[in-house]
T-cell receptor, first 113, second 115 residues
């Protein structure tokens, strides 16, 4: 049973425009959410995170928004750059649970120059 | 600065064989995780070590899978009697300690192919 879902397997965006990647979760015990970026033949690398006590976290061009009532989060990349082209994974963890991360299936972002 | 390393990068084996996959975590990281990523899926948790002990092995799919971390550093994931369905990328990650919300740093993975 997939507890973290990314329903868009791919997304194409023009360079300079905004990229919006979406993620939904089902487990109300999740209280910490992360986005990882993955290039081919490399492991996922941490990008940005948000705690459930916040609804927004910003780091440079990357902003993550959390809507707890809707069990939904999104990653905004502005402006998008060709080097942002990668697979993006949404992940979640629960304070009271084990320390493992639950991952979505990923969204492949292509930024077109 | 050395990140998490995994060897081999690729492993091809025949159905029924035994394989070992190695993970070298970042020096000083006490927490170590194994994940498995099948084609088209996100990483799925297998096992978590805090120091030398397996603090949570609830993700191991069956008793053919076993992992050790005898000295609290390097870890080996062992798969007995491999099956074609075991084919996947096996990812290792480490974090400073097992505290919740500590960033997990991932290695490049070992791609296992069972023929």
């Amino acid at each position: 049973d997939q507890q973290v879902k990314q329903n868009s397997p791919s997304l194409s965006v023009q360079e300079g425009r905004i990229s919006i990647l979406n993620c939904d979760y089902t487990n109300s015990m999740f209280d910490y959410f992360l986005w990882y970026k993955k290039y081919p033949a490399e492991g996922p690398t941490f990008l940005i995170s948000i705690s459930s006590i916040k609804d927004k976290n910003e780091d440079g061009r990357f902003t993550v928004f959390l809507n707890k009532s809707a069990k939904h989060l999104s990653l905004h990349i502005v402006p998008s750059q060709p080097g942002d082209s990668a697979v993006y994974f949404c992940a979640a963890s629960a304070l009271s649970g084990a320390n493992n991360l639950f991952f979505g299936t990923g969204t492949r972002l292509t930024v077109i120059p | 600065g050395a990140g998490v390393s995994q060897t081999p990068s690729n492993k091809v084996t025949e159905k029924g064989k035994y394989v070992e996959l190695r993970c070298d975590p970042i020096s000083g990281h006490t927490a170590l995780y194994w994940y498995r990523q099948s084609l088209g899926q996100g990483p799925e948790f297998l096992i978590y070590f805090q120091g030398t002990g397996a603090a949570d092995d609830s993700g191991l799919p069956n008793d053919r899978f076993f992992a050790v971390r005898p000295e609290g550093s390097v870890s080996t994931l062992k798969i007995q009697r491999t099956e074609r369905g075991d084919s996947a990328v096996y990812l290792c990650a480490s974090s400073l300690d097992g505290g919740t919300h500590n960033e997990q740093f991932f290695g490049p993975g070992t791609r296992l192919t069972v023929l």
